[in-house]
């Protein structure tokens, strides 16, 4: 199982990179592993500025469907748009091209709440 050390993780299975005030989220290579094959990845908060916690899109699996949960406050400023197409990018490459979206975040210390590698590890028993 794939757990960068250099990212922070939530409960819900995303992960996140942050540079500057941009945090890059995507779903965690356990998560993609639990889900299956993905077909779909929606996200219609592009341009919306959520609270930490709420739902920002959904990713659909061919057995089921998930909420996306925003893990850091702020403006939703880009999707990846390739997922559109190729959202099987998400289960080939969860850490890189599979990537969701960037968020423009509002309150960076909600970073430093996130679990690191080692408490993500825990959590799923790795």
Do not use: C, R
Not at 76 to 87: A, C, G, K, M, R
């Amino acid at each position: 199982m794939n757990i960068p050390a250099n990212l922070k993780y939530t409960k819900d299975h995303e992960w996140v990179s942050i540079e500057g005030d941009i945090a890059t989220i995507g779903i965690t290579d356990f998560a993609q592993k639990e889900l299956g094959d993905i077909v779909y990845v929606e996200v219609e908060t592009l341009d919306q500025t959520l609270e930490k916690d709420e739902v920002f899109g959904t990713v659909e699996a061919v057995k089921t469907v998930s909420d996306l949960f925003l893990p850091l406050s702020g403006e939703i400023v880009e999707f990846n748009d390739s997922l559109e197409s190729d959202p099987e990018t998400v289960n080939l490459d969860p850490y890189g091209k599979g990537w969701m979206v960037k968020v423009k975040v509002s309150n960076t210390d909600e970073f430093n709440e996130l679990l690191s590698s080692e408490a993500y590890k825990e959590l799923i028993g790795a």
